[in-house]
C-alpha cells in the first residue's frame, strides 16, 4: 500500500516573536517595524530570534534606501534578488510596494517574471545586477558598458552591490526561518505561499 506524501515536520521551528516575546535587544526594533507597516511581518518576528541580524538587516534596508537609486530602480535590484534565490515572500513584498507606488500591473508582472521591462534603463540595471550575482562582482565587459551608457554611474554600481548584498541576506534569513507571506501580501503571493 503506497503511503501519502505528508511532508516532515521542520526542525528549525523558528518562533513567530511579538515584542513582548522577543529578546529583549529586538523589542524596540519590532514595535519600530510593527508601527511603520501597520502589522509585524512573521519574517521580521522570526528573525527576531537573532537581534543582531534583525538589527543589521534594518539598517541595511536604510542604507539601501539612501542611495542615488530611485525607488523604482531599487526595486528592480530586489525582485532580481528575490526571483534568483526563490524568495515567494519577497517577490508578493515587493509587488506589494510596486503596486503601492503606483507602478503598472504590466511592470510589476515583468520584475515578477524577469522578463524585458521596456525601457533600456531599466533593462541595463536589471543585466547589471544579475551579472553582479552570477559573476559574484565581476561584471562581464559588455554588460558594464551597457550600465554606464543608461546613465549610471560607478558610485551606482556599488549601490547595486549594497542592494544585492542586503537582499540576499533578507531573502536567506527568510528562508532559513520559513517565514510565511503575511495576510496583507497574499493578493501578490506566488502559488506556493512561503519564502521557500
Known sequence: MDMPNIPAP???AFPTHTVETAPEAARPLLASVRSANGFLPAAVARTAESPAVLLQELALFKAFAATSLSALEREVVTMLVARTHDCGLCVAMHSAILARTGAS?????ALRAGTPLGEERLDALSAFAASV?????????DVWARFLAAGFTRAQALEVVLGVAVYTLSTF?????EAPIDAPLLPYARAEGTAE
Open 133 to 141: 550575482i552570477e559573476r559574484r562582482g565581476d561584471v562581464a565587459p
Open 105 to 109: 500591473p504590466e511592470r510589476i508582472e
Open 10 to 12: 521542520s526542525t528549525r
Open 173 to 177: 534569513a527568510n528562508r532559513l526561518v
